[in-house]
């Protein structure tokens, strides 16, 4: 096998010799199209594997981002509700002060 593709390298270096200045320029332009296309192949590649990759992490973000609206809605939702029975215990202090006023101030009078 090795020899083989040897042969034919040989082969067609000769022919490529063979033909002169005009093979030269041939075999010049096809080396640069052909590193061209393996360079635009590559890119492709690249910012296919990027874009695939960002998109990933964008639905991973949305998705981190949704449950955090959910949680911090829950959390909203828990605070009103510990604020409300803070004031329904606010006011239930707030009537039990006055109301030790209220005997403080008749023994007070009975007292006196």
Do not use: P, W
Not at 8 to 33: C, P, Y
Not at 49 to 71: C, F, G
Request: glycine fraction near 4%; proline fraction near 0%; charged fraction near 30%.
């Amino acid at each position: 096998m090795e020899t083989e593709v040897i042969t034919r390298t040989v082969e067609a270096a000769e022919r490529l010799s063979q033909t002169g200045e005009n093979g030269f320029v041939l075999f010049a332009i096809l080396t640069v199209v052909s590193m061209l296309g393996l360079m635009g192949f590559i890119t492709y590649k690249s910012q296919k594997t990027m874009i695939t990759t960002l998109t990933e992490k964008h639905n991973d973000n949305a998705e981190a981002i949704a449950h955090a609206h959910e949680r911090m809605h829950e959390l909203e939702t828990r605070e009103n509700e510990c604020i409300r029975r803070l004031d329904t215990a606010t006011d239930k202090l707030e009537s039990c002060t006055r109301r030790l006023e209220g005997c403080f101030s008749e023994l007070k009078n009975r007292k006196d």
